[in-house]
């Protein structure tokens, strides 16, 4: 259920390891969305491929030789565009790279809420921000940081978690994972009073937690802008 998309190379690049990439582009309320994204060299002017996610889920996937560090670019019409790069210079096998990328809305800053599903922030039981969920935290990084320029805005980021597990645990778990949220969002230069972290574990659900697919809605990060 991915689409997979072939690349023309450039004569020097045939010889290297390839590396797969596989990713998800999503909206701000966790729809999956079509977008354009175009890949090129880092140290070139110009983009050397393009292709599309899928509208139904949301996924691409390509492959790249590597040996050089490369940039992406995600567009997708009334979205603010997105742009990261992956760095092969030093990779010697071949690989996987996931990338799960979140693109605002250009009236983000009116809907006002952002919904992380913890599946692409975090691993199994962990609170640390896995690295291919980095560019999406990134994008919202930026639209933050227009919205600095504009208006006076407040960001409470809630945990929750599913009911697997004692009430205390959860708690404690959802706390941890917004609080690596909050930290990603400091460490970019965030003024720390804008933000205010809430622990919700398990208290707050939006689906039921009788299957797997309800539990997965339900472990998530909540970013809201509040008065």
Do not use: C
Not at 150 to 162: E, V
């Amino acid at each position: 259920d991915r689409n997979i998309y072939t690349v023309k190379l450039p004569n020097d690049l045939m010889d290297n390891y390839f590396v797969d990439i596989a990713g998800v582009v999503r909206n701000e309320k966790n729809e999956f969305i079509e977008s354009k994204i175009s890949w090129g060299i880092i140290s070139e002017d110009e983009y050397f491929y393009k292709l599309r996610s899928n509208e139904f889920n949301g996924k691409f996937s390509l492959f790249l030789p590597a040996g050089k560090h490369y940039i992406y670019k995600v567009e997708k019409e009334n979205y603010i565009p997105f742009s990261g790069s992956i760095d092969l210079r030093n990779t010697t096998k071949t690989k996987k790279i996931n990338l799960d990328i979140v693109l605002l809305s250009k009236s983000f800053n009116l809907d006002g809420s952002v919904s992380l599903v913890d599946k692409f922030l975090f691993d199994y039981n962990e609170a640390e921000i896995k690295e291919d969920a980095k560019p999406g935290l990134s994008n919202i990084v930026y639209a933050l940081k227009i919205m600095d320029k504009s208006i006076d805005w407040k960001l409470n980021i809630s945990g929750h978690t599913d009911s697997i597990g004692s009430k205390q645990y959860n708690l404690v778990l959802s706390e941890k994972r917004a609080k690596a949220v909050y930290d990603f969002l400091i460490a970019n230069g965030f003024n720390p009073g804008r933000f205010k972290i809430e622990a919700l574990g398990e208290s707050n659900p939006v689906a039921e937690n009788k299957t797997e697919e309800g539990r997965a809605k339900n472990r998530r990060v909540v970013l809201k802008i509040v008065e």
